[in-house]
């Protein structure tokens, strides 16, 4: 539990950076759960991989080749 609690405080902190580069035109929402799968799948947490899983299919993002 205490990982979670600190994946999940971390999270919250770094949203604003998202928020302030999407403001400024820097990132797309789609460029943004690209990065977000990713980080999701090298944390390993099923809450998010789903939620972002999600989201992605939602903006019809296409499997990531690399």
């Known amino acids: ?3 979670f609690y600190y994946l999940i405080e971390n999270t919250f902190k770094s949203m604003n950076n998202f928020k ?6 820097l990132i797309d929402e ?3 759960e690209k990065i977000m799968l990713a980080v999701t799948e090298v944390n390993g947490c099923e809450i998010c ?8 299919t939602a903006l019809n993002i296409s499997k990531i080749k690399v």
């Open 49 to 56: 991989n789903t939620y972002h899983v999600k989201t992605a």
């Open 30 to 32: 789609k460029f943004k």
């Open 20 to 25: 302030i580069a999407k403001k400024k035109g």
């Open 1 to 3: 539990m205490g990982e």
